[in-house]
């Protein structure tokens, strides 16, 4: 197997390549805005894009949707500078219909499932099916989804797919901004439901493993340039690097890391863009 080093290797040849055929020359400032369900990865990855091309990018973290200070579009309506967005994939393509994303820049770099988390050594529900799913959600006496794309689905679909949509009013609740993780760590939640690769970073919790194929929702991270953007070609860069089968390794490690249980369903999460 390629150890971590090594990809970092093949990765940093890939960027210098790609800023050759580019042809990009000065080092830049690059602006990225940036959802949680590449958070991991991105740590892990952009360092070596730094070193690799001597470019400096600066971050800042918010929810795809929403209206919370700190989500995205209300950062851009803010007119805060920007030069590569990374968020859920309909939610760029929105904000590109709304003349805030380059056409045509838009990438995919991944498919993230939902998961399910408990507090660290709390007993572990049984979600290996529909029905297991729907036991669980109503035997848990508090419950926390996010209010990006995952508590959406969850909120909206999911419920009323089990048929217990009215007995979640009173003990489901939307986190804004927060990770859902954090609410679980620190016991304000019995279960959390988000993309698996914003639960990872969290300390803190136990994830218990992916929704069954019945219940998933996959999403789509996506990555684009900002309207306005200062540095399209060194943000271009960026996103050619994230995109590379060099930082695949590594953003579907962000996902499932060596966790055997479940790891083969997400690696089949995976298929359709890395097979």
Same mark, same amino acid.
Do not use: C
């Given at each position: 197997?390629?150890?971590?080093?090594?990809?970092?290797?093949?990765?940093?040849?890939?960027?210098?390549?790609?800023?050759?055929?580019?042809?990009?020359?000065?080092?830049?400032?690059?602006?990225? $805005?940036?959802?949680?369900?590449?958070?991991?990865?991105?740590?892990?990855?952009?360092?070596?894009?730094?070193?690799?091309?001597?470019?400096?990018?600066?971050?800042?973290?918010?929810?795809? $949707?929403?209206?919370?200070?700190?989500?995205?579009?209300?950062?851009?309506?803010?007119?805060?500078?920007?030069? @590569?967005?990374?968020?859920?994939?309909?939610?760029?393509?929105?904000?590109?219909?709304?003349?805030?994303?380059?056409?045509?820049?838009?990438?995919?770099?991944?498919?993230?499932?939902?998961? @399910?988390?408990? /507090?660290?050594?709390?007993?572990?529900?049984?979600?290996?099916? @529909?029905?297991?799913? /729907?036991?669980?959600?109503?035997?848990?006496?508090?419950?926390?989804?996010?209010?990006?794309?995952?508590?959406?689905?969850?909120?909206?679909?999911?419920?009323?797919?089990?048929?217990?949509?009215?007995? $979640?009013?009173?003990?489901?609740?939307?986190?804004?901004?927060?990770? @859902?993780?954090?609410?679980?760590?620190?016991?304000?939640?019995?279960?959390?439901?988000?993309?698996?690769?914003?639960?990872?970073?969290?300390?803190?919790?136990?994830?218990?493993?992916?929704?069954?194929?019945?219940?998933?929702?996959?999403?789509?991270?996506?990555?684009?340039?900002?309207?306005?953007?200062?540095?399209?070609?060194?943000?271009?860069?960026?996103?050619?690097?994230?995109?590379?089968?060099?930082?695949?390794?590594?953003?579907?490690?962000?996902?499932?890391?060596?966790?055997?249980?479940?790891?083969?369903?997400?690696?089949?999460?995976?298929?359709?863009?890395?097979?």
């Amino acid at each position: 197997m390629t150890s971590i080093s090594a990809t970092f290797r093949n990765i940093a040849f890939g960027v210098l390549t790609v800023l050759w055929l580019t042809g990009a020359a000065e080092a830049a400032e690059v602006h990225v $805005m940036i959802s949680g369900g590449l958070t991991a990865a991105y740590k892990a990855l952009v360092p070596e894009f730094e070193k690799a091309t001597g470019n400096k990018v600066l971050t800042e973290y918010g929810p795809s $949707m929403g209206t919370t200070t700190n989500a995205i579009p209300v950062r851009l309506e803010r007119g805060e500078p920007a030069d @590569v967005l990374i968020m859920v994939g309909y939610a760029l393509t929105d904000l590109a219909g709304k003349g805030k994303v380059v056409a045509g820049s838009q990438v995919d770099l991944t498919r993230s499932p939902i998961g @399910v988390a408990v /507090k660290s050594g709390a007993p572990k529900p049984d979600i290996g099916s @529909v029905e297991a799913v /729907k036991r669980a959600l109503l035997a848990a006496k508090t419950i926390a989804y996010s209010d990006s794309a995952s508590g959406v689905y969850v909120s909206t679909e999911m419920f009323d797919k089990l048929g217990i949509a009215d007995v $979640m009013k009173d003990k489901a609740r939307k986190i804004p901004a927060t990770p @859902v993780g954090e609410i679980v760590a620190h016991g304000e939640a019995e279960l959390g439901f988000q993309q698996i690769s914003e639960l990872k970073p969290v300390k803190g919790i136990d994830i218990v493993g992916p929704l069954p194929n019945e219940l998933q929702k996959i999403t789509i991270f996506s990555a684009g340039i900002a309207a306005g953007s200062k540095e399209p070609e060194a943000g271009r860069a960026l996103i050619k690097f994230l995109a590379s089968p060099a930082a695949r390794d590594v953003i579907i490690a962000s996902e499932h890391g060596a966790d055997p249980g479940w790891g083969r369903e997400l690696r089949q999460a995976y298929s359709v863009r890395y097979s």
